[in-house]
């Protein structure tokens, strides 16, 4: 049996171009602070929600058309959740497929790795659900994202 992991797909008006640049740049935007873009295989990034974090390295790009990030370290704490989320992340994969669909485009985000049988998955299926499904298609459609806001945490 096949396990089945986090994917979903969003239609945006966006261009090819203007997605991968989410995808590798503008994190920011749309999802949470970083430590720098990403702009050729091998590159690391660091994804911060303090105090939890992941570190990614940049495993394929192909400019337009497709993403592919392996977490390497993770640390990842939330109140209320078993101490093993921590490093459920770690060897898991950020998959997006960008694809134009005539004046539109289509993009696949798959989380490989990220299963039901997780203990992270509700709270992490919430989040993307949140930040790759509403917040980035807003982004791309509208020019404005909902990416997290540390500030916001401590009030």
């Known amino acids: 049996m096949t396990e089945k992991y986090y994917s979903r797909e969003i239609t945006v008006s966006s261009s090819p171009a203007t ?3 989410a995808l590798t740049a503008e994190f920011e935007k749309w999802w949470t602070t ?4 990403i702009s050729a295989v091998g590159d690391l990034i660091t994804f911060q929600f303090p105090p939890t974090y992941w570190t990614m ?9 497709y ?11 939330h109140s209320g959740l078993p101490e093993s989320i921590r490093d459920e992340w770690k ?3 950020l998959k997006w497929e960008i694809r134009k669909t005539g004046k ?3 993009i696949i985000f798959m989380h490989a790795g990220l299963s039901p049988s997780l203990d992270c998955y509700k709270i992490c299926e919430a989040g993307w659900d949140y930040f790759f499904v509403n917040s980035l298609k807003k982004y791309l459609d509208e020019g ?3 990416p997290f806001d540390p500030m916001e945490q401590r009030t």
Not at 34 to 37: I, L
Not at 57 to 65: F, N
Not at 67 to 76: D, I, P, R
């Open 144 to 146: 404005t994202g909902m």
């Open 19 to 21: 997605v991968y640049k």
């Open 91 to 93: 060897d898991t994969k």
């Open 104 to 106: 539109k485009t289509k």
């Open 34 to 37: 970083t430590n720098n873009e």
């Open 57 to 65: 390295r940049a495993l394929k790009l192909v400019p337009g058309k």
């Open 67 to 77: 993403v592919e990030l392996q977490c390497v370290e993770a640390n990842h704490e």
